[in-house]
T-cell receptor, first 111, second 113 residues
Framework: KQEVTQIPAALSVPEGENLVLNCSFT??????LQWFRQDPGKGLTSLLL?????REQTSGRLNASLDKSSGRSTLYIAASQPGDSATYLC??????????FGKGTRLHILP | DTAVSQTPKYLVTQMGNDKSIKCEQN?????MYWYKQDSKKFLKIMFS???????INETVPNRFSPKSPDKAHLNLHINSLELGDSAVYFC????????????FGQGTRLTVV
């Protein structure tokens, strides 16, 4: 059974800093892994999708890496801004098309 | 056009009632899901359908019954609503193992009073 852990659970950093959010998963037989952002009271916005054959994906100030064999993914946010404040969710997709979420990292960027 | 749309966005109802939440996707995806986000904000998978066939059925009370009239729709019907059913319910779709990127609806906030 896939279990997803995200560390830290919450993070507050001053604006402008670079930061790393960590995700680990127990079943490495995944098809892909997606990072989502959720704003309070809102839906989920897909940020990055990494296929199992890839090691990283980049979009703007975001970079996500995947080490499937060790069951780890990281989301790197460069030059953080107050608008980045949200909850970030890691979600690997298993080979039975099941998408399992971590509990998220609540990020707060201090102006 | 919204890729995955859910209706209603908000639903307030009394205990014991029966209610439905509708979901439609216009992405041509084969797989659709229902997730429940509880008060602790944890997203848990409830059901998954692939081409109208139930694939995943997590430990969910049988008061919850998904119905997929076609592969673009996955509705969630809930009988005899209980206070503990209050949550935000998200519908999602993906092309499954072919591409895998999942798209989520905006959520339905269900409040049982």
């Amino acid at each position: 059974k896939q279990e997803v852990t995200q560390i830290p659970a919450a993070l507050s950093v001053p604006e402008g800093e670079n930061l790393v959010l960590n995700c680990s998963f127990t079943d490495s037989a995944i098809y892909n892994l997606q990072w989502f952002r959720q704003d309070p009271g809102k839906g989920l916005t897909s940020l990055l999708l990494i296929q199992s054959s890839q090691r990283e994906q980049t979009s703007g100030r975001l970079n996500a890496s995947l080490d499937k064999s060790s069951g780890r993914s990281t989301l790197y946010i460069a030059a953080s801004q107050p608008g980045d404040s949200a909850t970030y969710l890691c979600a690997p997709m298993n080979r039975d098309d099941k998408i399992i979420f971590g509990k998220g990292t609540r990020l707060h960027i201090l102006p | 056009d919204t890729a995955v749309s859910q209706t209603p966005k908000y639903l307030v109802t009394q205990m014991g009632n029966d209610k439905s939440i509708k979901c439609e996707q216009n992405l041509g995806h084969d797989t659709m899901y229902w997730y429940k986000q509880d008060s602790k904000k944890f997203l848990k998978i409830m059901f998954s359908y692939n081409n109208k066939e139930l694939i995943i059925n997590e430990t969910v009370p049988n008061r919850f019954s998904p119905k997929s009239p076609d592969k673009a729709h996955l509705n969630l019907h809930i009988n005899s609503l209980e206070l503990g059913d209050s949550a935000v319910y998200f519908c999602a779709s993906s092309q499954g193992s072919t591409v895998g990127k999942a798209f989520f609806g905006q959520g339905t906030r269900l409040t049982v009073v």
